[in-house]
């Protein structure tokens, strides 16, 4: 399906959807607690499903009504199964955060996805099983474990994604004996390990973080200090609407927590380089157009890949040159962020490049995008990809229209994205293939 998005000044009032990072480590903490739990202010989408599909396929009993979740009966650890058959679809957290817990609940695991999704790196983990003599095979669209580790000393290469780390954190408190994991290289989205730290100590384990060692007590048991569980505001899915307020809008942001742990709360601090006018509310933040400028040229998004789109088309709307940085994980994501947002953006008639080592991407901005004729783009099948490209699509200029192929690729992460455009006086409309 295609949207074609037409230009306009946005001005509102939005609550943005749940965080996707805290409710995947919500539900497999809570699935981990001997007791009912209920999770609140819940906003469903394809990941979310994804991750609890495979908890019930663990044996955990979960019902979803509306915004909420409830785990009625959580995972028996002590109840070994034979084999489990678990489909990822296209999440890579909850692959990547179940792959060592469910190795120690089922003899034999296969995990099922999209072929896209299979694709992204792995290694890591097989390493990990293969140094243990355990089967880790990727073949097609499936991954096929058999045995649990049982290493106490794992060395993690930080570079490639912080999930293997949040991975191996939900499951070695489960172990007997003490752990620790050492992150070498460059320790990437910290702020995502450091968020699953604090959610696990909010389930009473007892983890330690002192530079790049992280020390986890053995023998622990998950326990809830409250039935009732609240999912904050998604920064992620925020910083679309806060740089749409930047570029053309008054808008107000709720539902966001201002000492939030996720990492894409940085996109605060970006705004903050381009002289965004970005103010505090009581329960979130409002956006008001004013004249953007370069303060900072130089971004890096070590700690936050998936800024990466709408921070590319914040800064087509910047006069001037900029750098973006530490950017060479986004060839991993649902699509090669790197040479898609490149091809859309030329269309355009952005100026954009990107280094030869693939970790730079060098723009030069304009103050204004003017089409005379509607110009059609490609999400590459990717939510990010599309979001971005829409609120790009709210802020050109002259008589042409922004078309948008792939608008299904939303219900990954943001279902509800282009209701939340229209509530913000944003005309979008269908249009056949």
């Given amino acids: 399906m295609k949207t074609k998005i037409y230009p306009g000044f946005a001005s509102g009032e939005i609550r943005v959807p749940s965080s996707k990072s805290v409710v995947h480590r919500l539900l497999i903490c809570a ?250 509310t009581a329960d979130g933040y409002y956006l008001e157009k004013q004249n953007l400028k370069l303060i900072d040229n130089e971004f890096d998004l070590l700690d936050t890949p998936d800024l990466a789109p709408i921070l590319l088309v914040l800064l087509s709307m910047v006069s001037g040159s900029s750098i973006v940085k530490n950017v060479r994980r986004l060839k991993f994501k649902e699509s090669n962020r790197i040479l898609a947002m490149k091809e859309e953006l030329e269309k355009l008639d952005i100026d954009i490049e990107c280094s030869l080592d693939e970790n730079e991407i060098k723009l030069l901005g304009k103050k204004e995008i003017i089409l005379n004729k509607d110009i059609e783009v490609s999400s590459h099948n990717d939510h990010r990809i599309f979001m971005a490209l829409a609120i790009l699509g709210v802020s050109i200029k002259g008589t042409g229209k922004l078309i948008i192929d792939g608008t299904e690729c939303i219900t990954k992460s943001y279902p509800k994205f282009l209701d939340d455009l229209h509530k913000l006086n944003i005309l979008t409309e269908k249009v056949n293939d």
């Fill in 31 to 280: 699935c981990l607690c001997n007791t009912n739990l209920t999770i609140n202010d819940v906003d469903i989408n394809d990941d979310i499903l994804a991750t609890v599909s495979c908890l019930r396929n663990l044996k955990a009993k979960i019902n979803i009504e509306n915004n909420k979740i409830e785990i009625c009966k959580g995972i028996d650890i002590d109840n070994i199964l034979d084999e489990v058959i678990m489909d990822a679809n296209f999440s890579a957290s909850t692959l990547r955060f179940l792959i060592p817990l469910s190795s120690k609940l089922s003899k034999k695991v296969i995990f099922k996805g999209r072929e896209s999704l299979i694709a992204r790196p792995n290694d890591i983990y097989k390493s990990l099983y293969e140094k243990e003599n355990k089967i880790f095979d990727i073949k097609n669209n499936e991954i096929c474990i058999e045995g649990a580790l049982e290493s106490h000393e794992f060395v993690i290469d930080g570079s490639i994604s912080s999930q293997f780390i949040s991975g191996l954190l939900f499951y070695l408190p489960l172990v007997s004996n003490d752990s620790v994991i050492k992150v070498t290289n460059e320790f990437s989205s910290k702020p995502y390990v450091l968020l699953t730290i604090s959610i696990l100590k909010e389930f009473g384990i007892d983890i330690n973080i002192t530079n790049n060692l992280i020390y986890i007590k053995g023998g622990q048991s998950y326990k809830a200090s409250n039935k009732e569980i609240y999912a904050e505001g998604d920064y992620s899915q925020a910083a679309y609407f806060f740089c749409l307020g930047a570029i053309g809008g008054k808008i107000y942001i709720n539902n966001l927590k201002h000492d939030s742990l996720q990492g894409d709360k940085k996109i605060i601090t970006l705004l903050e380089q381009v002289n965004a006018f970005v103010k505090t």
